[in-house]
T-cell receptor, first 117, second 114 residues
Framework: GAVVSQHPSWVICKSGTSVKIECRSL??????MFWYRQFPKQSLMLMATSNEGSKATYEQGVEKDKFLINHASLTLSTLTVTSAHPEDSSFYICSARDWESGANVLTFGAGSRLTVL | AQSVSQHNHHVILSEAASLELGCNYSYGGTVNLFWYVQYPGQHLQLLLKYFSGDPLVKGIKGFEAEFIKSKFSFNLRKPSVQWSDTAEYFC????????????FGTGTSLTVIP
């Protein structure tokens, strides 16, 4: 089945630095990937829709200059948290849909836990 | 705006008890419905989905869900839970009129006591 890989799974950084998280579709092409943020004991909050070859679509309230998304190829999308602050500490999850399989379901990465000191 | 609500935030059951988790969504035309499960320390996995046809759908690990269109509901059920079912359960809805977006409920934490 479709597999989505996220890297790193866990990262600690100092306040003010930038962190890049990668999301790869391993055995399928994903023209669209989704980035979610999950707070403890809460649901997934859609941050943005990453579109291959074009600009990402951000949800209301999500700062596009802070959360930079690049979808450079059909199998890779990256989320860069710029000038990270402690309030950015969270669990970030990406997902993608394997359109070719016709399954029309989201496959999720394992998530990346970001801790900003 | 589209929304998905899960009424039970935390459920505690003994093994062999029956489970029903509620999920309701706001009206929004044609929908696809999903239940995802997140086991401790693992990523989200699809339990089951409904696109069309028989409103009673069966998923993995003995789970099933029933789509009741008139009630905008898609409740998850399992006749007899096991300790290994301890996890976080998320209902998700794709509203066709909003395109690709999936909307998730707030999740239900299920703890099964051996």
């Amino acid at each position: 089945g479709a597999v989505v890989s996220q890297h790193p799974s866990w990262v600690i950084c100092k306040s003010g630095t930038s962190v890049k998280i990668e999301c790869r579709s391993l055995d399928f092409q994903a023209t669209t990937m989704f980035w979610y943020r999950q707070f403890p004991k809460q649901s997934l909050m859609l941050m943005a829709t990453s579109n291959e070859g074009s600009k990402a679509t951000y949800e209301q309230g999500v700062e596009k200059d802070k959360f930079l998304i690049n979808h450079a190829s059909l199998t890779l999308s990256t989320l860069t948290v710029t000038s990270a602050h402690p309030e950015d500490s969270s669990f970030y999850i990406c997902s993608a849909r394997d359109w070719e399989s016709g399954a029309n379901v989201l496959t999720f990465g394992a998530g990346s836990r970001l801790t900003v000191l | 705006a589209q929304s998905v609500s899960q009424h039970n935030h935390h459920v505690i059951l003994s093994e062999a008890a029956s489970l029903e988790l509620g999920c309701n969504y706001s009206y929004g035309g044609t929908v696809n419905l999903f239940w995802y499960v997140q086991y401790p320390g693992q990523h989200l996995q699809l339990l089951l989905k409904y696109f069309s046809g028989d409103p009673l759908v069966k998923g993995i690990k003995g789970f099933e869900a029933e789509f009741i269109k008139s009630k905008f509901s898609f409740n998850l059920r399992k006749p007899s839970v096991q300790w290994s079912d301890t996890a976080e359960y998320f209902c998700a809805v794709k509203f066709w009129k909003t395109g690709n977006q999936f909307y998730f409920g707030t999740g239900t934490s299920l703890t099964v006591i051996p």
